[in-house]
Structures are given as C-alpha cells and as structure tokens.
C-alpha cells in the first residue's frame, strides 16, 4: 500500500504539471489516456479504501505504548550543573542529581496512536499522536533573584535531609556491624544500607554543588521533555525508539515522530490525527485523561504495574502514607479504606513488601490486612531502626538465632556459692554453657555447649557490702584465661561519690581486666524516695565520673529494659558517653543500642550450682576483638 500511494501522488502530480513529462516522451494519446483512466481508478480505490469504517482490529494494530519523560536543568553560566525530576508549588524539588547520567526522570505512561500527517494521504512517516507532557512549573519564569532564592532554598533543603539520610545510614551501618549473615534478615538489610550510602553520596554531591554556585552566575532553568515509543524485543528487554516534538494540540495533545522518521513495517494507519486523539480518550483509564504515573523519586521501579495490576503480587500500591510495592490483598476493602489503611487501587498491603513512607522512612518485611506483621524492618530519618518481629504494626523486638559463633559470658555473686543455706564450689575446670534458659523458647543452631568468654564478678553494694567470694573468682577467672571485671550494685541510701570511692578500695583494675560495670535497678518507690528520677540520674553520674577518671576506662551502665526507656531517656549524656548492658529475660532483643544483653536469670553452666545469669555480646568475633581493645583497663 505504501507503494501505491506513492505511485498515485506521483501520477497525479504529473496530471497538474500538464504531462510534460510524459510531452517529452512522446508518448501517444492513446497512452496517456489509458494512463490517466488507470490513476483515476486507483485514486478512487484509494479514497474508498481511506473512507472505508475501521475495524477494531485496524485501531489497535495501530496502537502504541508511549513513555514521556521530564526533567529540569538549572543551568549556571549555560552549563547544566543540576537536574531533578518534579517540582511542588512550594518549590521543593525531587529526584535532584548533579550528573545527567544518574539523574532520575518523572516518567509516566500513555496510550498513542500512528496517524497520518494529511487526512486520506498515506502520510505517517513514523508520525503518533499522545498525550501532551504536563506544563512547566512556573520555576522556569523566575527571575535571577527568584533563581537565587530558590537555589539557596534547595541547598538548605537538600542539607536537611542529607542529616536525615546520615541518621539512618548511621542505624543502618550499626545493624550491620551488630550482626552477620546468619541473622534473619541481615541480607535484606544490607543491601538497602549500600542504597542509602548511595544516596548520601549524591546528596553531598548536590549540596557541595549548590553552595559552590558563583553569586554573579547567569542562573537559568530549562524545562526538558522526552517521548519514546516503547515495546519489548524477544529476549524481554524494554526498547525505547525516541522521538521528537511536532506539535501540540491545546496543551493536552501532542504529535511526535520518530527521529528516523519510519514507521514499522506492516504498519499502515488510517487514523487521521484527529480521530487519533479521540481513541487515545478511549484507550485511558477510566476516570483519567492524563499520562499515569511510572516512577518517581523515592519509588521502587514499578515498570511491572500495567501487567501485574489486577494481580494479587507484584504490583504498586500507592495510598496515603507512601508508596508500597509488594503482595497485596483485596479483602475487607470497605473497612481497611475507612481506616486508611487502603491503597489507591482498591488494595491493601498483606504478605511480602516494601513501604516508602512520605517522610523518607522505609519499612521492608511482611504484612497482613495491611499491618506489618511478621519480620520486617523499619528505619527512619527521625527514630532507631527497629529489624525483628512485629504484631499488628507494633514492633516486639528481634530474635536472635544462637550458635557457636556468638560471644556468650556470665556474671558471679554470692549466689553462685551460697543456697537454701548450702554453700558450694566452682569447678573452673568444667566451665561450659549447657543451657540459655527455660523461661522462653529460644532458636538454637546445634547443641548448646558453648564456652564462657567473659565473666563479671560482682565486688561492692552500696557503702557496706563486699562480696567475701570476689577476690577468689576473680583470681579463677585470669588463671583460666577468661576475660574478666568487676560490678557494683547501685544503692539508692547512698551518695554515688561515697558508694564509687568504696567499690575502688575494694576492687580490682588490673591490666586486661573488662571495663567496670555499675549494676543500677531500682524500682519505682526507691527512686521516689532517693528524690526522684533527676536525684538518681545525678548520683548515677557521680560514680562513672569518679571511677573513669580514676581507671582510665569509661564504665558500663547494667539495667533492665523497663528502667532503660523510663529514665535513661531523660540523660543522653550518660547514654551518648558510656556503653550499656540491658537485662530483658525474654524471647526478644532490648530495643536499645546495648554492648552486652543479659537474655536469662536461670541459664545452667557446668561446674556451677543452680542457676546463673547467661548475657550475650552485642555482635560477632570482630567486634568483640574491637571492644576489647578499645573498652578494657590499660
């Protein structure tokens, strides 16, 4: 067909130049007659054929998939030294990059159609017709001052939430240093830890850029649109064949062509461009008259969504919170909307997902009736990271998986020796751990028979208490080469000055030995009594200064997980400058940054009588080795 137009243009062309051509062939009436009579009778099966109704099948031969692409530059001095991808009316920019190569388009997909150029002329020449890119913002028309306002605007901005990013980049970076690949989880996320380095690193990059603008620079901003025709070759990859802008239609509209200017074999529209926009209204969503949404910053990519909508997995949720990729569920629909729990395609968040919060935080794990539930973990720019388990969107704590490679040690007291009015012996040459405890089902890896790394010996209490089997475990412990120190248990009754000065005469602080703990657990009514909580905190203060200046070594603060979130709350200056050991007996880690968790009162050790206190270190072989070299007596 496409051979034929060209034929019928060709012969008539010649019919208006008054056949000169045909003059200087001397051709003879008689040809030129049958010449004229055979275009004649092919022009018209041409306008019959261009008139003839279009099928279904015709139109959606004729339909493409359209990808438009837009992005700002801010250009300095007419080089662009700044993209980002959208724009708010309150001028705050995302998907910001200094490098085009890394910068992240506003992407978004639109049903097209070929068309002809000239109605009924066979006039396509890789022309389509689509959905016009949406306006500018009204950023591209600021002035030099606006410009520089708004530069200054984003540098701010882009350094506030640099902080943010370091924050979870910190929690991140420490979850990692805590743990190994044997914990749950621990694949998952450090894969997201090297994404948020990545980040950081282009944030910093757009910072520096932005402060380092010249204040006598030629600011400009230039708006960029981009439309490609996008299908799959047979391998699966998506194929993108860019075109360029013709026209525009009413600023809803456009029609683009292919930089070659061809269209793809077989294919021979009819669509005028007119009736072209038309089945482009048809072919939108219901609802719609716009491009939908691919991708945008902070998004996952969600190039699977057309396909994978109307599924139950794989797809793209977005709804008031943030953006959910993952496994979804389409029960109890009216009553999780009514809670905004609902997703903008009618969905809710159950089974395996991730969730980009609008305010930067990120939750990866499990989910059902659109809860998280399950493992999972969140991390955000304003709160801990919190990776474990999680009921009905409360976060219950971690779960340890214990094996061989876990530093394990326990803690000694009178206790140990002395019960129901017997007194006994350690035999220090059977010391092993046989038991975790019993209070709580644990997840074991193997037999539990593991060695006991270090142990803390409990020397003082108060201002009158000694503890009469100090001298001889502690002696025990360096003949047999295990790590050891020595605690005192916090008395309320007592100044914290007077009780640190007495756990220094009667202690020991020898070369190796672990840094000095302070055992403090009161219960509610002792604080009260000691004056309340400021009193307390302020005593607390007293004995780690004294003794850390008087050991060279920062002591480390031992409490349980109730005291730690009542009161050590109020004193970061304790927690941002000694190291803490958390008791919670339990299934589930402290929900604190701790060095040492004591996970149970009634673990069982051979050679020890009755029941003993097991703790596990915060971490694996590297970073104990690293404690020990940063946190004992020099």
């Not at 010449?35 to 009778?41: E, T, V, Y």
């Not at 708006?223 to 998506?238: H, I, L, N, P, Q």
């Not at 669509?271 to 969503?285: F, N, Q, W």
């Amino acid at each position: 067909m496409f051979f034929l137009c060209n034929f019928v243009i060709v012969m008539n062309a010649r019919r208006i130049a008054k056949y000169r051509y045909i003059r200087s062939r001397r051709w003879t009436s008689k040809h030129k007659k049958l010449l004229f009579i055979i275009g004649d009778i092919v022009l018209l099966l041409l306008l019959a054929w261009q008139l003839w109704p279009l099928s279904d099948g015709e139109i959606a031969r004729d339909q493409v998939d359209m990808e438009i692409e837009t992005y700002y530059e801010v250009m300095v001095d007419g080089h662009p030294v700044f993209f980002f991808s959208d724009i708010d009316d309150s001028l705050e920019v995302s998907g910001g990059a200094v490098s085009a190569d890394s910068m992240v388009t506003h992407k978004m997909q639109a049903p097209g159609f070929w068309v002809n150029r000239i109605s009924f002329i066979p006039s396509c020449y890789g022309h389509v017709v689509t959905y016009a890119a949406p306006k500018a913002n009204k950023v591209v028309n600021l002035d030099s001052v606006g410009l520089r306002r708004f530069i200054f605007r984003q540098a701010i901005r882009s350094d506030n939430r640099l902080a943010g990013l370091q924050r979870m980049q910190n929690e991140l970076h420490y979850y990692v240093r805590k743990h190994d690949i044997a914990d749950y989880g621990f694949t998952q996320i450090a894969k997201y830890s090297a994404e948020i380095d990545k980040q950081v690193d282009s944030l910093q990059q757009i910072v520096d850029t932005l402060q380092s603008i010249n204040r006598n620079a030629k600011l400009s901003i230039r708006y960029v649109t981009r439309y490609g025709v996008v299908r799959e070759s047979e391998s699966g990859d998506t194929i993108n064949r860019r075109c360029r802008i013709v026209r525009t239609y009413h600023d809803q509209f456009c029609l683009v062509q292919t930089l070659n200017g061809t269209t793809p074999v077989l294919i021979n529209p009819r669509l005028s461009i007119t009736r072209g926009m038309e089945e482009v209204i048809k072919r939108s969503k219901p609802g719609g008259s716009t491009p939908a949404l691919l991708k945008k910053e902070g998004a996952a990519d969600a190039s699977a969504q057309k396909a994978k909508e109307k599924t139950k997995t794989g797809t793209l949720i977005i709804d008031s919170v943030g953006t959910y990729v993952g496994e979804f569920s389409v029960d109890s629909i009216p009553l999780l909307a009514k809670e905004g729990r609902g997703g903008s395609l009618g969905c809710i968040p159950d089974g395996l997902g991730k969730m980009y919060y609008t305010d930067g935080s990120y939750y990866e794990g499990y989910w059902k009736n659109g809860k998280r539930n399950g493992f999972g973990f969140y991390v955000s720019p304003h709160d801990y990271l919190q990776a474990g388990t999680w009921k009905n969107d409360v976060f219950k704590g971690e779960r340890l998986t214990y094996n061989a490679n876990r530093i394990y040690g326990i803690d000694l007291s009178r206790h140990q020796h002395e019960h129901d009015g017997k007194k006994y012996s350690i035999d220090w040459s059977k010391l092993r751990i046989t038991s975790l405890g019993s209070d709580t089902k644990k997840e074991v890896k193997g037999k539990v028979d593991y060695p006991v790394s270090f142990i803390y010996v409990k020397s003082t209490e108060g201002c009158t208490v000694f503890n009469s089997y100090y001298n001889h475990d502690y002696a025990m412990a360096r003949s047999k080469g295990i790590r050891v120190g020595s605690y005192h248990f916090f008395s309320t009754t007592s100044p914290g000055y007077k009780q640190a000065w007495e756990f220094l005469k009667k202690s020991k602080f020898n070369k190796g030995d672990l840094a000095p703990v302070l055992d403090v657990e009161p219960n509610d009514w002792q604080v009260k009594v000691m004056g309340g909580a400021n009193v307390l905190l302020a005593n607390v203060r007293q004995w780690l200064e004294i003794v850390y200046k008087q050991t060279g070594q920062r002591p480390i603060l031992y409490v349980g997980q109730t005291f730690a979130h009542k009161y050590l709350t109020q004193a970061t200056d304790i927690t941002g400058n000694y190291l803490v050991w958390v008791a919670r007996y339990g299934e589930y880690q402290p929900t604190w940054k701790l060095t040492i968790w004591q996970l149970s009162p009634d673990g069982r050790v051979n050679g020890i009588h009755g029941n003993v206190d097991i703790n596990v270190f915060s971490g694996y072989r590297q970073e104990y080795d690293e404690f020990l070299k940063s946190h004992t007596i020099k």
